[in-house]
Nanobody
Framework: QLQLVESGGGLVQPGGSLRLSCVVS????????IGWFRQAPGKEREGVSC????????DYADSVKGRFTISRDKFKNTVYLQMNSLKPEDTAVYYC???????????????????WGQGTQVTVSS
């Protein structure tokens, strides 16, 4: 059974950095496209970034372009989200999720992703 476990969240000051990790188990991670999503209190879940099964294609929300970088290490079955220049508006619970092998990485809509982790809290505050 496919499982995804996020880690790396925490409290950071504005302008700081965090790296989130999503460890995939049950299947090899390169069998799936992987996305990172976030949900702030009172808001809908939104796609932050996603990466294709091969790692050759990525996409980002406009709000994080130039600040966040998604990557995957197939040998560690792990997908990372490096978050730099964090802002208070980045505060949310961050989730990783998996979609089918042939998922086209474009816009990272949550409805395309079938398997979800439990989330990790990111708080950006001084």
């Amino acid at each position: 059974q496919l499982q995804l476990v996020e880690s790396g969240g925490g409290l950071v000051q504005p302008g700081g950095s965090l790296r989130l990790s999503c460890v995939v188990s049950g299947f090899t991670s390169d069998s799936f496209a992987i996305g990172w999503f976030r949900q702030a209190p009172g808001k809908e879940r939104e796609g932050v970034s996603c990466i294709s099964s091969s790692g050759g294609s990525t996409d980002y929300a406009d709000s994080v372009k130039g600040r966040f970088t998604i990557s995957r290490d197939k040998f560690k079955n792990t997908v990372y989200l490096q978050m730099n220049s964090l802002k208070p508006e980045d505060t949310a619970v961050y989730y990783c999720a998996a979609a089918g092998f042939n998922t086209v990485v474009r816009g990272c809509p949550p409805y395309e992703y079938d398997y979800w982790g439990q989330g990790t809290q990111v708080t950006v505050s001084s």
